[in-house]
């Protein structure tokens, strides 16, 4: 295990990279003694190397009293610094991807938690089984590899690079409160969940109350913390499948962007009785051929419990439906009013038949042959 005095390369990172107001020299006067990790590069360049690579460790004493307001600033600085549209060495991207890694963990106070403890192995790797607990996290942590997402999410935008460069390239200060112009804010595209309802669900009408855990903005307007909701949805009898229910603004919250819609699409389970066809209900009753030939009385519970008693007096063939009125589901604009309810049959025949019962088969139902 990587002790948190050994591992939080990640702070580090934007604050020790030179050119960051004074870089190494900045970090050292911070905590007042040479700070190790700071290695040149394959390219010449000299900084941090992140993500795997050596100089990971020994940044935490140096900068961990930097506020997330101030992490929140660093990103800012770096990541319009070494942009690949403004950094055109060819370790820029590589670094670029690097800082937007190292605010995917930090501005999330769960992966940030893990790390100070566990280091980046635990991070990772995974919290060991032992300790790991009902932490989410122990799975390991994978960033996604979009450097441009953190960037866009975080200065919002459809083209949050351009608001902040002149067309000769230079950095343009917005004003106070965060991005300036056309298109500062976005809105996340929506969240589409599937919500599964029994029958009976449906027929009756129920509450289902869903938890979520979303990431929540903190007075600081920089930093987020991952909090749980619960939504609540009254399923009014007679919705069908494909019904949508929509919670405006209960996605993620984030600078500069307006928190996605969270959409819940209605879905049928499968019931052990009863197949749903819009305002109708199809059961499928297994019947001998004699039945089917002779009548019967089918008894069929409903989804509200009660017993049905029908009477079958036709002859059943293998196309026959028998339709029982106002037993199907509630109308969603009335639910006093109901489908019907459907029923097809499926008819046994005998696997065998001795010469007796032919003979009398054949003199009722074939008697011209006699």
Same mark, same amino acid.
């Given at each position: ?14 604050? $020790?990279?030179? !050119?960051?107001? #004074? @870089?190494?020299? *900045?970090?050292?006067? =911070? ?5 190790? /990790?700071? %290695? ?78 566990? $280091?980046?192995? !635990?991070?990772? #790797? @995974?919290?060991? *089984?032992?300790?790991? =607990? ?5 799975? /390991?942590? %994978? ?101 949508? %229910? ?125």
């Amino acid at each position: 295990m990587v002790s948190r005095g050994q591992s939080t390369w990640i702070d580090g990172y934007w604050e $020790g990279i030179p !050119g960051c107001e #004074g @870089g190494q020299a *900045l970090a050292q006067r =911070s905590c007042g003694y040479p700070i190790p /990790g700071i %290695v040149p590069d394959p390219a010449g360049a000299t900084g941090i190397a992140v993500g795997g690579v050596p100089g990971m460790a020994g940044w935490d004493e140096a900068v961990s009293g930097h506020s997330p307001p101030c992490r929140a600033r660093s990103y800012r600085r770096l990541a319009l610094q070494y942009h690949p549209l403004k950094c055109r060495e060819p370790w820029g991207p590589s670094r670029f991807r690097q800082l937007a890694e190292a605010y995917d963990v930090l501005s999330d106070p769960m992966k940030k938690g893990i790390y100070d403890k566990f $280091g980046e192995e !635990g991070l990772k #790797g @995974g919290i060991p *089984l032992e300790l790991a =607990s009902d932490n989410p996290w122990s799975v /390991g942590y %994978v960033f996604h590899n979009n450097p441009e997402k953190v960037f866009k999410e975080f200065f919002g935008g459809d083209n949050p690079f351009a608001e902040f460069f002149a067309e000769d390239g230079s950095e343009v200060l917005p004003p106070f409160g965060g991005p300036r112009g056309r298109g500062a804010l976005r809105k996340d595209p929506p969240v589409i969940r599937d919500l599964y309802v029994s029958l009976e669900d449906l027929f009756h009408g129920c509450t289902k109350k869903i938890k979520i855990s979303r990431r929540v903005m903190n007075e600081d307007g920089q930093t987020s913390t991952i909090r749980d909701k619960i939504l609540t949805i009254d399923v009014q009898p007679g919705w069908k499948r494909g019904t949508r %229910v929509t919670f405006e603004k209960e996605g993620d919250q984030g600078p500069n962007v307006i928190p996605a819609d969270i959409i819940f699409v209605v879905q049928e389970k499968l019931h052990a009785r009863f197949k749903r066809a819009d305002n109708n209900l199809i059961y499928v009753a297994s019947i001998p051929l004699g039945k089917a030939l002779t009548g019967c009385t089918l008894d069929v519970w409903t989804l509200d419990g009660r017993l049905l008693n029908i009477p079958i007096n036709d002859i059943v063939d293998p196309k026959y439906c028998k339709v029982v009125p106002g037993e199907g589901m509630p109308l969603l604009q009335d639910p006093q009013c109901k489908g019907d309810l459907l029923i097809y049959f499926d008819i046994s025949f005998p696997k065998t038949l001795s010469p007796e019962m032919k003979t009398v088969l054949k003199n009722v139902l074939l008697p011209e042959e006699r």
